[in-house]
């Protein structure tokens, strides 16, 4: 089964810039969402389609995808920012969603 | 407004059976793959289960595989999951989340319910 392996923790300061990777097998050739998840709230779709937003999320989040690593990439970080952050595909070899690992971000 | 929500977690020993159920508002439910995916106590995000928009594809995680049933009734607006044969490791919260296919090879996820907590234990 697809694997997608993401760093435990990234810390950053606050107007800082906030980096987290999520690895993959050939991860480029896929499409990346990824998820935002506050304490005691539900995931938050931040990023679609590799670097897309949805209505109502900041510019400050990006995202990029080649080779075998997806990044999303959050800038002028706030503290409204610390939260638990997810990568996702869609692994058709086994029709299964699939999540990474997750990253907590925390805002120094 | 979209709106999801999630009901019928608790309590249930080992080896017993829960259903859950999400409710769903404010966009065409019959138009929309569905799916459920769950979190464990300090854990990740798991996938559980996914069903078609007309509810003749359905997909499992293979840690539910044989014990979970996921259906829809597309007239009451409503995402079922049929929980038998219960374990400890199932202990999570239960969110109910909306899909989108935008090609065959790339789905995701664009609303989540508040999920809803079940606990198996003895």
């Known amino acids: 089964s697809y694997v997608l392996t993401q ?55 990006s995202g990029s995808n080649s080779g075998n690593t997806a990044t999303l990439t959050i800038s002028r970080v706030e503290a409204g920012d610390e939260a638990d952050y997810y990568c996702q595909v869609w692994d058709s070899s086994s029709d299964h969603y699939v999540f990474g690992t997750g990253t907590k971000v925390t805002v120094l | 407004e979209v709106q999801l929500v999630e009901s019928g977690g608790g309590l249930v020993q080992p080896g017993g059976s829960l259903r859950l159920s999400c409710a769903a508002s404010g966009f065409t439910f019959s138009s929309y793959e569905m799916n459920w995916v769950r979190q464990a106590p300090g854990k990740g995000l798991e996938w559980v289960s996914y069903i078609s928009s007309s509810g003749s594809t359905i997909y499992y995680a293979d840690s539910v595989k044989g014990r979970f049933t996921i259906s829809r009734d597309n007239a009451k607006n409503s995402l079922y999951l049929q929980m038998n044969s219960l374990r400890a490791e ?24 508040q999920g809803t907590l079940v606990t198996v234990s003895s």
Do not use: M
Not at chain 1, 11 to 38: E, F
């Open chain 1, 7 to 61: 760093p435990p923790s990234v810390s950053v300061a606050p107007g800082q810039t906030a980096r987290i990777t999520c690895g993959g097998n050939n991860i480029g050739s896929k499409s990346v969402h990824w998820y935002q998840q506050k304490p005691g709230q539900a995931p938050v779709l931040v990023v679609y389609d590799d670097s897309d937003r949805p209505s109502g999320i900041p510019e400050r989040f």
């Open chain 2, 90 to 113: 199932d202990t999570a919260v239960y969110y109910c989340a909306r899909g989108v296919r935008q090609q065959l090879a790339n789905r995701r996820l664009d609303y989540w319910g």
